[in-house]
C-alpha cells in the first residue's frame, strides 16, 4: 500500500510569513495535483504538476515537483488570512494500476491577521 | 457558471435508517466519483463511474451503493448507516477521467448518524 505523507499537519502563522508544507512518499507519483479546501466546501484544484524537477507558479504560490517525482513543495509567501484552509496533495502512483488520484490527510493552515 | 451541485448540504440520519445523497453536475464531464472525507483525515475515494462503468474501490463497504441514471446526476446510498459512517461525502467529477485530469468538487453533504 502506497503511502502519502503530508507535513506539517497543522501550521498557524502570521500575516505576512512565508511558509512550506510537504507532500511525501516512497513511491514514484507520474503526476501530482495541489488542491485547497475551505470550511464547509469542496477541494478546489490549484495546479497539476507532472515533469519531475517543474517548478510552477501562482502569485504568491510556489509548487516544485521533486526530482525524482516523490515529493512536492508548495511555499506561500507573504500569507495572508484568505489562505487560510487544507492544503491536500493528490498523487497518481505509476506502479499501479488504479485509475484514480491518492489523497493525502492534509496540512491545516491558519493564516492569523 | 458550470459546477458541481450536492443536495442536501447537511442530512441528519437514524442508525440503520437508509438514506440517499445526490450530485449533480453541469459540466457534462464523463467520469463522476464519490469520496468520503471524516474530520483531519484525507478524502477516501469509495467508488466512480466512467459514463456508465462502475468502479468500485476494494475496501469499500457493501453498505455503500451508487447509482448514475444519466450524465448529470449521481447518487450515494447507504443501506443501513452506522455511526462510523458519519462524515463529508464529497462528489467530484473530471472530464476525460485519467490521472492527470483535475477534479471538480461540489461542497458535499455532511451527514450525521444520530
Known amino acids: 500500500t502506497q503511502l502519502l505523507e503530508q507535513s506539517p499537519q497543522f501550521l498557524s502563522i502570521q500575516e505576512g510569513e512565508n511558509l512550506t508544507v510537504y507532500c511525501n512518499s516512497s513511491?514514484?507519483?507520474?503526476?501530482l495535483q495541489w488542491y485547497r479546501q475551505e470550511p464547509g466546501e469542496g477541494p478546489v484544484l490549484l495546479v497539476t504538476?507532472?515533469?519531475?524537477?517543474e517548478v510552477k507558479k501562482l502569485k504568491r504560490l510556489t509548487f516544485q515537483f521533486g526530482d525524482a517525482r516523490k515529493d512536492s513543495s508548495l511555499h506561500i509567501t507573504a500569507a495572508q488570512p484568505g489562505d487560510t484552509g487544507l492544503y491536500l496533495c493528490?498523487?497518481?502512483?505509476?506502479?499501479?494500476?488504479?485509475?484514480?488520484?491518492?489523497f493525502g490527510s492534509g496540512t491545516r493552515l491558519q493564516v492569523q491577521p | 457558471d458550470a459546477m458541481v451541485i450536492q443536495n442536501p448540504r447537511y442530512q441528519v440520519t437514524q442508525f440503520g435508517k437508509p438514506v440517499t445523497l445526490s450530485c449533480s453536475q453541469t459540466?457534462?464531464?464523463?467520469?463522476m466519483y464519490w469520496y468520503q472525507q471524516k474530520s483531519s483525515q484525507a478524502p477516501k475515494l469509495l467508488f466512480h463511474?466512467?459514463?456508465?462503468?462502475?468502479?468500485n474501490e476494494a475496501d469499500t463497504p457493501d453498505n455503500f451503493q451508487s447509482r448514475r441514471p444519466n450524465t448529470s446526476f449521481c447518487f450515494l446510498d447507504i443501506r443501513s448507516p452506522g455511526l462510523g459512517d458519519a462524515a463529508m461525502y464529497l462528489c467530484?467529477?473530471?472530464?476525460?477521467?485519467?490521472?492527470?485530469?483535475?477534479?471538480?468538487f461540489g461542497n458535499g453533504t455532511r451527514l450525521t448518524v444520530t
Open positions: 493528490a498523487v497518481a502512483f505509476m506502479d499501479t494500476g488504479r485509475r484514480a488520484l491518492t
Open positions: 467530484a467529477t473530471s472530464r476525460i477521467g485519467g490521472l492527470n485530469s483535475p477534479l471538480h
Open positions: 513511491s514514484v507519483f507520474s503526476s
Open positions: 463511474y466512467y459514463d456508465k462503468d462502475f468502479n
Open positions: 459540466l457534462n464531464h464523463n467520469v
Open positions: 504538476v507532472v515533469t519531475g524537477g
